[in-house]
Structures are given as C-alpha cells and as structure tokens.
C-alpha cells in the first residue's frame, strides 16, 4: 500500500459523519448501502458495537473521529492530546435510536469551557435501543468495555487517570460507574446526571454508581418522583455530593401546564424534569461567573423551611462542573431552588421572624407576604411559606425566600398581611351587631414583628432588620410594616464567606 492508501484507510476506519446522514464513508465503511439515517445503522444487531467518537469541530455537523482500543493510528488521526483532560459523554437509554439534542449541547459547552480537552461520545446506542431491562443488562459490558480503552491508554500513552472525567446521563451514569470499578488505577472524577433509578434503586454498590467508582462523584438528581413504586431517576444518593435542586422532583418550567402547551405529549414531561439534570450541567458550563450553590440539608422539608442555608464546614458547594470534592463526605445530600430556564441560578435567603401574639389573635392564621427592596431592584410581594404550617405565634417562624433576579444587598423589606383593612372589622360588625347590637367595639386581629433576621445564601451575610418606625411593629389584615437594617449593634456579626 502507498502512502496515500493507508491516509485513507485510516480515514475511513476513525472517521465517518456522525450527525449526519448517510454519506459515502459511511457507506463505504460499513459495506452497506447509503439511506441509512442516523445512529441506528447496527442498532438491529443485538451486540452492536460501542463507539467512541472524539469531537474536533464545535460545529457537530462535522464529522467526528473514532478511538480505538489498540489502534494508534486513530488516536493520531483523532489528535488525542494524552496530557490534556479527556472527558467521556455517556448517553442513557433510548427508544429512538438517535442521539437527543442535549447531547450537541453538552459536547459544545464542554468544548467552548475546555478547549484542549479530549471530548469523547461513547456511542452505545444499539446496545440502549432495547426493552430497558436489557439495556440496563448492557451496562455492565459498555462500562467494561470504556474500562479496556482507558487501561490501554493508561499503558501507551502513560494517559493520568485523574484527568479523565466521565459524564454519565440516566443509565449512562452506571455505565461510568462500571467503567470506574474495572479501569486500573482511580478515574478523576464521575459525574452522574440523574442516574437511572429501575433496577438500580436500593442494589448493592458494587452495581450501580457509587462514591467508590472515582476520586470525586457527583450527582445531579431531578426526577425522583415516585409513580408505581418506581422513580425514574435514582432516589438514593450515591456519590460523594448528591444534589437535588428544587428538591429532586418538580422542577419548574416542567409542569404539566408549562410542557403540554409546547409538546402535547405527557412523555415531555417526564422527558423535561429528567433531562434537567443535563441542562443544569450545561449551563454550568457556559455561566461560569453566575453559579448555583447547593446547600447540604437533611432533607427537602428542612431546605424548604430555610433552615439549611450554611456553607460552614463544606456545607455549601457549587453545582455542575465547577462543583469540587469536599474531604470527608459522602453521600451528602445537598438542595437549592432554581429559575425554569437558563440562566438557572437564583438567589436564597434565610429570613427569621419572632410573631408575638396581641390582643387573643389566636385563630387569626395570618397570610404574610415580603417584598425585598434591593440595590439594584425590587421583588414583587412573595408569599411567606413557612411550609405547610401556618405562621407559629409567640414563635419565631423561619422560612426561605427565593428570588430569580439579583436584586443587590438587601436595604428595605416589607412585611404585609393580606387581607382587606376593613374586612376583619366589617365582619366583627355583623358578628356584634347580631349578638349585641350596634354598640359593640369592633375588634381585630393583632400580631406584632419587631424584627426580621436576613441570612443570604449565595454571600452569606447576615442582617437584621428592624421595624423603620419604632413604634410601628403591629400588623393587621390589610397592613404592612417596613424593615430597614437596624442601627448599629443590631447588626448580625459578619460571617465567613463562601470560598467561592
Ligand atoms: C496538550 O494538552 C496540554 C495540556 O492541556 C497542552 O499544554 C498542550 O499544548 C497540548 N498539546 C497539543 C499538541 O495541543
Ligand atoms: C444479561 O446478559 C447475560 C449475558 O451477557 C444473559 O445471560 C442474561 O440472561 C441477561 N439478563 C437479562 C435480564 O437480560
Ligand atoms: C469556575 O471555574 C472556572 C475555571 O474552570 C473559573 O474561571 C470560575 O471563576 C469558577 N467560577 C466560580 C464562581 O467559582
Ligand atoms: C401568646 O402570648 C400572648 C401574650 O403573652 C397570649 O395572650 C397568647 O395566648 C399566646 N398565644 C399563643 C398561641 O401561645
């Protein structure tokens, strides 16, 4: 063979279109004729062979190249950088045979934040086009198989396992964990993106993903909605961090309401709070000066509550790809609230109010709401969940208030109770008037704030605010009291930031 005929031949064994349909390489390639659409080519041959398509080009209409086990000459063709970061995409399960478009997604925001690296799709598809159980069956094999071309990397190219980065979506991130148990040596770091739950759920950690599948994994969970006894995704933390933002299930922007107006398809639901996980990675990537923070809890009743919003003791940590490995945790589940769409990140706030009861309000059951008045802007009035209890009185009451915009340091807060002014006193009108008469003094409800304390998230300052005119800190339905920091010495001590 000449010179010219070996360039082809190795062209044509690590490089054939990926995104597009078929061409002529593809063809020629796989000795078949064109008309094939899209991944599916060996997807009716129940083995199938697994695939790994290095990325060189952000436009994904171009063709990828293919690694090989063995073959160097790909890995030449390909541009593998041996001392660069590799990262490997493994995709899920899937019914249609394609990769979904979260996949170009990824694979170009991985691609713009890392530049040098090696970005890697591990193309499974034949072997996850099947009934789930088999497909759950093929990740053993897939993981192994990833496991092999990394030994061989490691012996060849002398590649540093702690570079390498496996990304794993749904099933996929079984597939990593797999990988990480048989490669030789310690992989860098797994990130599990809403692993799969069926069939995983509750097994032994040996098979599924676990803390012990890397040096640092992480978790994103957002579809662990309980249906049937089954959650799509995993439930279970199983990674040193396991996050769940908006508490692992109702993920905003996925409501029924909000999908089946786009999609009509009740899959799309399902579709869109699983896929989250992936689209709250991506956006990681690409905003990289406007991260989430995570804040570990005991659960998401307590989150809700307000009560975890603490970064002492590594109990804070940023999600998706600048997330970092924290010493001595494992399993930690971690919570935050998120916008609907990207950019993702919002901001939270701890708030604390003691609510003194006047004047027998017992019964009163108030509805409070708090509009923060900001540097930069103000919120519209939020309604004061304190999580399906009602406002505890003689109590100090905490809850958490989340805003989608960065409104700045918090300067004014105002507390209102809804309700009409006069409603309390018309209806102790009528009361009076049908027990008494017209005389009677009406009488209404009476709670008292004297101040509230304010806990930020994101900065964790620590403020507290006092009622802007001393002697107005009573409320009552249809009232308001506003808060300003309070004078010198009432000022919470500064805390330590956040490392961020
Ligand atoms: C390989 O990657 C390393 C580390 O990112 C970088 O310093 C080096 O320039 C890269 N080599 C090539 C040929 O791109
Ligand atoms: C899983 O695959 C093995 C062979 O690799 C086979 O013997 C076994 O029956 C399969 N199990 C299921 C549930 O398909
Ligand atoms: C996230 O990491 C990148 C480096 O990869 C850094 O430039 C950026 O400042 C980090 N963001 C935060 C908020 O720490
Ligand atoms: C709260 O305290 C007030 C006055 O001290 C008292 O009248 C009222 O019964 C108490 N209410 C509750 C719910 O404990």
């Known amino acids: 063979m000449n010179h010219k ?17 078929a061409t002529e390489e593809n063809a020629v390639l796989k000795g078949e004729d064109s008309g094939q659409n899209d991944l599916s080519t060996d997807s009716h041959s129940v083995g199938g062979i697994i695939k790994y398509n290095m990325r060189k080009s952000l436009d994904l209409e171009q063709e990828g190249c293919y690694l090989k086990t063995g073959k160097n000459d790909c890995l030449e063709k390909c541009g593998f950088n041996a001392t660069a970061k590799t990262i490997f995409i493994i995709h899920g399960w899937t019914m249609s045979g394609m990769f979904e478009s979260w ?56 590649l540093p396992l702690e ?46 993903l676990s803390p012990d599948d890397a040096d640092f994994v992480d978790v994103l969970h957002t579809y662990t909605r309980e249906a049937l006894g089954v959650s799509i995704g995993i439930q279970q933390p199983i990674g ?81 790809y600048n997330a970092t490995k924290m010493r001595k945790r494992r399993n930690s589940k971690m919570y935050l609230k998120t ?15 003691h609510v003194f009861n006047k004047k027998q309000s017992d019964d009163a059951d108030p509805i409070f709401n708090v ?39 918090v300067l004014k807060i105002r507390l209102s109770w809804e309700g009409e002014s006069d409603s309390w006193s018309s209806m102790w009108k009528n009361i009076k008037k049908n027990f008494w008469g017209w005389n009677a003094n009406p009488s209404k409800p009476v709670l ?18 006092c009622a802007e005119d001393s002697s107005k800190t009573e409320i009552s339905p249809g009232e308001y009291i506003t808060f300003v920091k309070c004078p010198d010495g009432w000022d919470a001590k500064p805390k330590k930031r956040v490392p961020m």
């Open 103 to 158: 996949m170009h997604k990824l694979v170009s925001a991985l691609m713009q934040r890392e530049s040098e690296a090696n970005v890697v799709i591990v193309d499974w598809i034949s072997r996850a086009q099947q009934l789930y159980p088999d497909a759950v069956n093929h990740t053993y094999g897939v993981g192994l198989d990833i496991a092999e071309l990394l030994n061989w990397l490691q012996d060849e190219h002398q």
């Open 339 to 353: 916008r609907a769409d990207t950019p993702f990140a919002g901001y939270h706030y701890q708030m604390k109010m």
């Open 240 to 320: 040193d961090i396991d996050i769940y933002p908006n508490g692992g299930d109702v993920q905003p922007g996925c409501g029924l309401g909000d999908v089946l107006a786009v999609a009509g398809n009740f899959m799309e639901v399902m579709k869109c709070e699983h896929e989250r996980a992936v689209h709250l990675f991506v956006d990681s990537l690409m905003n990289k000066e406007h991260l989430s923070y995570a804040f570990q809890c005991t659960g998401p009743d307590r989150f809700k509550k307000g009560i975890c919003l603490s970064c002492r003791k590594n109990r804070c940590n940023k999600i998706g």
């Open 371 to 409: 509009k923060l008045y900001g540097e930069h802007k103000d919120t519209a009035d939020m309604f004061v969940d304190v999580h399906d209890n009602a406002i505890s009185l003689n109590m100090t009451n905490t809850f958490l208030v989340f805003t989608e915009e960065e409104i700045g340091e």
């Open 5 to 21: 005929s070996v360039l082809i031949r190795i062209f044509l064994l690590c490089a054939y279109p990926l995104f597009s349909s």
């Open 163 to 208: 570079n390498v980065h496996l990304i794993g979506y749904s099933l996929g991130a079984h597939v990593a964990g797999y990988a990480g148990t048989h490669v030789r040596g310690t992989i860098g770091r797994i990130t599990g993106l809403d692993p799969a739950g069926p069939m995983f759920e509750g097994v032994e950690k040996e098979n599924r």
């Open 448 to 465: 008292e704030v004297r101040r509230i304390r304010v806990k930020a998230g994101e900065s964790q300052k620590k403020y507290a605010f």
